[in-house]
């Protein structure tokens, strides 16, 4: 019954959505206000019976309803109640509902808090929101309904992948789905202003806050999704340009570049077509993720089970979502005035080198990823494009990025002097070089990139906080004026020097855990001690324990430093009962200057087991960073600019959903 | 001219929809192997660091075996490492494992750490022998008959689904001496 009651509300939300996407932006078009003011009510209605048909999945989980056959392939009466809950999530069709659900909630807060919107680009743009809403209730009630019963109901559930029951996991899919959808936004801005044929300042002061959201959003799903990676897969590494990684890889870095140049419309009024464009490319790569992702097209361990028809037709939509937008764009764009002009030294031009180059390394890894499929559709050859692929042409692609990202800041509007202003960073630039001196000598036979790694840090970081000390004239003003001037900076300007202090700390993780970090392999006996880094790691034993629906190994580590005990680490190697797969749960021991991690592997059969310890000089830092770049946007989104003649309640409800 | 630039992003996705498309009808798990039913190439590999056994063509003559190409570094062999240590464990049919470009003691702990399926297994650190195979993705796995041809080649990580409906019908059809449908 649960189940029938979602499934009807899925077919009411497409009818409701059906109306959103089609009678607002007729209205806006034929001056039909009661159209227009249609938007509102629809939105509400859309998001209400999605979050209906999402509860009822939600309660199947939760009682586990194996008659229901998505609770049938993906849970088990077993399984803990959180996994049961984020279960719902964990598989193709869950995902696809909680991707809608989030899609509803969207266009339901731009269209409560969109109050101050002309009603006109309102309208235009809960429509374009209602028919991707459209697209993909189509594709979820057409391909994979989630509410499918199976008769007669098996006894219990197959289990959920056991990857897959893992915090870090259960939780990184909606946080990604908040900024793959939050992108929805930004794209039906974007297709509304062509449609409008109209893009100002104004529109730019809209779309960037909503982008921000979005940003925020999917730098914290990466983030999360690399630290499972992390400590999940047991190999100390946190990045593998795996497809599905790559997928959520692409949208970020053109979301980034939108979030740049939107600056430069709504300050500027430039720039105008190409944010456009950038607001459909950062969608229509977050689509084509959702396609690579479970079409099959691509072979991955993270892939869904994949089904030719969900192919055709996720395609189908893409082409007809970015095929369309595109082509509007290419009918439209020309028509739109051109704004304020700059010169090649300028903030403005710093911003459009920044887009250039992250729109080119956006378009690296696509090519990397559809490389493969490329080569066979052409000639039948089948190939792999690894990890080597993508860090040679990544690192000198986002090398200029980061130099540039330490200047820019500090050139001004239009014009200015770029010889001038290296001169006032000459500070900066004596650090970077003594950086990369000290980096170099202390490196021994390590990798030498990380002397670059090194340099981009210290460079970077240092331009962040110059300018930062720049702008509230530190030591050059009396005390007083500098903590004035420190109070009155606006908060996007903090959320500028956070985000960008937050990429130079990610970036001073990647290099000195890959640079500095020792790794021991090895058999060991209960007894035996191994040295890593500064830490003596004695293996006391292994035995075999009991979870609610695993068994493990569990290892005990006891990690002594000059003799003196620091800590006893638990690794385990975990069985699932459902499942043939193992998983690894590597015991980690962070810490803000190092990590300790620990993996207990099979036992050798004469009383030793493989374990590998490794030690990982400022790790966590990767992460930290992160937050730091989330934390920036967050400040950035709760800038008063945004606010002003804003209802109250919107300031709380933006504020809320930076920091969630 | 000058609009040409913004009919530039449609082209490129137009470009990138036509090759989606004939992506989708293309099986990433099909392909046509010219070495099907030709002997396996001439070669001779010391074994993965701590083990005994090496591997060579010789040893895939006499008897119908697997050859299963992996490497640490190729996160999709861990998906079907399961079912290779099944098939170790019940011993249905030999497994040998080719170890593609991989460091000797990362295969070595790669091994020691998810479990060691393999009869014989072959360090092939420069992947010449992959090559000659027509190795193009790890993983892999061939299906050899008793005189050393290759009959079959699954491309990507092996389900269930494949091992119960395609490698073992194949082997147990090369055992009997029956056409060979893979």
Known sequence: MI????????????????????????????????????????????????????????????????????????????????????????????????????????????????????????????????LVGVGFLLFILLT???????????????????????????????????????????????????IEGRVDPAWARWVRPWTLVAWCFLTLGIALGSWWAYYELGWGGWWFWDPVENASFMPWLAATALVHSAIVVERRDALKSWTILLAIIAFSLSLLGTFLVRSGVLNSVHAFATDPTRGVFILGFLIVVVGGSLTLFATRAPALKAGGMFAPISREASLVLNNLLLATAAGTVLLGTLYPLFLDALTGMKVTVGPPYFNSVFIPLFTPVVVAVAIGPLLSWKRDDLLGVLGRLKMVLAATVIAALATWYWLGDGPVLAVLGMALTVWLGGGALFEYADRIKLFRAPAGESWRRARNLPRSAYGMTVAHLGLALTIMGITVSGAWQDEKLQVMRPGETVRVGAYDATFKGAERVAGPNYSALRGTFEITRDGRPVTVLYPETRTYDTSAMDTTEAAIRPTPLSDLYVVIGEPDGQGGYATRIYYKPLVSWIWIGSLFMVFGGALSISDRRHRVGAPSRRRRSVAAAGTA | MKSLRYVLPVAVFAVVAAVLFVGLSLRPDIIPSALINKPVPEFDLPPVRGRELGLASRDLEGEVSLVNVFASWCVACRAEHPLLMELGRQGTVPVHGLNYKDKPEHASAWLDRFGDPYTRTGADIDGRVGIDFGVYGVPETFVIDADGRIACKHIGPMTRQDLDEKILPAVAALRSNAEVKC
């Open chain 1, 3 to 130: 189940a029938e009651i979602g499934h009807f509300a899925l077919i009411l939300a497409l009818l409701v959505a059906l109306v959103q996407g089609t009678l607002p932006v007729l209205g806006a078009w034929r001056g039909n206000d009661a159209w227009v003011a249609l938007a509102r009510p629809a939105s509400a209605m859309f998001f209400v019976l999605v979050a209906i048909a999402f509860g009822c999945l939600t309660e199947a989980f939760v009682v586990s309803d194996f008659s229901v056959a998505t609770v049938a392939s993906n849970s088990h009466s077993a399984k803990p109640m959180l996994y049961k809950v984020t279960g719902v999530w964990g598989n193709h069709e869950g995902s696809l509902l909680l991707w809608i659900l989030i899609l509803s909630a969207f266009s339901f807060l731009v269209a409560q808090f969109g109050g101050n919107l002309p009603p006109g680009l309102r309208a235009r743009v809960l429509s374009v929101l209602g």
């Open chain 1, 144 to 194: 994979s309904n989630p509410f499918e019963r199976l008769d007669p109901a098996p006894l219990d559930g197959r289990g959920l992948n056991p990857l897959l029951q893992d915090p870090g996991l259960a939780f990184h899919p909606p946080f990604l789905y908040l900024g793959y959808v939050g992108l929805s936004v930004s794209f039906a801005f974007a297709v509304a202003a062509l």
